[in-house]
């Protein structure tokens, strides 16, 4: 049973470009949470979908930014026209109900690196 | 405002000593407070989840403790090996299903030396 896979584990880019990360949810699991770490500093919430929905994205910057969890296939954080400050690891996590609120698990994924030059 | 304090920040301790990491919080209300384990370069694992009626959990070595009066948690490690060489972050979550409910530390850089 695969644990939550995140691709790129790595990725560059220069300044103004597109990135699109990627995470598979562990499997039977429908709630998908992306969080953002910044160097030194904890994880930040971003934005908590189900399949086909947006249930909170109260995390998200409001431009540049924008993630999708479609019925097949994994869920999606894109960031347009990348600027320094998104350097940051971004990780995934997933739960097969809604795991925040509750003592529901959430497994998290290994994250991907992003560095914006 | 919901914080969540941890001390110390980093802690450098030898090999087969015990330790312990603390945690303040402020959040309110108070649903469940979890210790996450993140090797450098990696996701963060679960240790322990306890609520609001736990005042001691287990985990092989590791133990944590909730004190739901005072809002402090400790995780405390036993004969401590090289493999804990980690970031302990510790996690409180709100009573609630809203994308804040869970309230991340800065996590406690731990190194274990030989």
């Known amino acids: 049973n695969a644990g939550v896979m995140q691709n790129p584990r790595h990725l560059v880019r220069r300044r103004g470009q597109e990135a699109r990360l990627r995470c598979s949810p562990m499997k039977g699991h429908s709630h998908v949470y992306w969080y953002r770490q910044l160097p030194e500093e904890g994880l930040k919430f971003m934005v908590y979908?189900?399949?086909?929905?947006?249930?909170?994205e109260s995390g998200m910057p409001k431009e540049r930014f924008s993630a999708e969890f479609p019925k097949e296939g994994p869920s999606i954080l894109r960031i347009q026209q990348v600027v320094r400050g998104d350097s940051a690891a971004y990780f995934c996590?997933?739960?097969?109900?809604?795991?925040?609120?509750?003592?529901?698990?959430?497994?998290f994924g290994e994250g991907s690196r992003l560095t914006v030059l | 405002k919901n914080q969540v304090e941890q001390s110390p920040q980093s802690l450098i301790i030898l090999e087969g000593k015990n330790c312990t990491l603390q945690c303040n919080y402020t959040v309110s209300p108070f649903s469940n407070l979890r210790w996450y384990k993140q090797d450098t370069g990696r996701g963060p694992v679960s240790l322990t989840i306890?609520?609001?009626?736990?005042n001691t959990k287990s985990n092989g070595r590791y133990t944590a403790t909730l004190d739901a009066d005072t809002k402090q948690s400790s995780l405390h490690i036993t004969a401590s090996q090289l493999s804990d060489s980690a970031s302990y972050i510790c996690?409180?979550?709100?009573?609630?299903?809203?994308?804040?409910?869970?309230?991340f530390g800065k996590g406690t850089s731990l190194l274990v030396t030989p």
């Open positions: 306890m609520t609001f009626s736990e």
């Open positions: 996590a997933s739960s097969p109900t809604s795991g925040q609120g509750r003592t529901g698990e959430l497994f």
């Open positions: 979908l189900q399949k086909e929905n947006i249930i909170d």
């Open positions: 996690v409180v979550s709100l009573n609630s299903n809203s994308g804040y409910a869970l309230n």
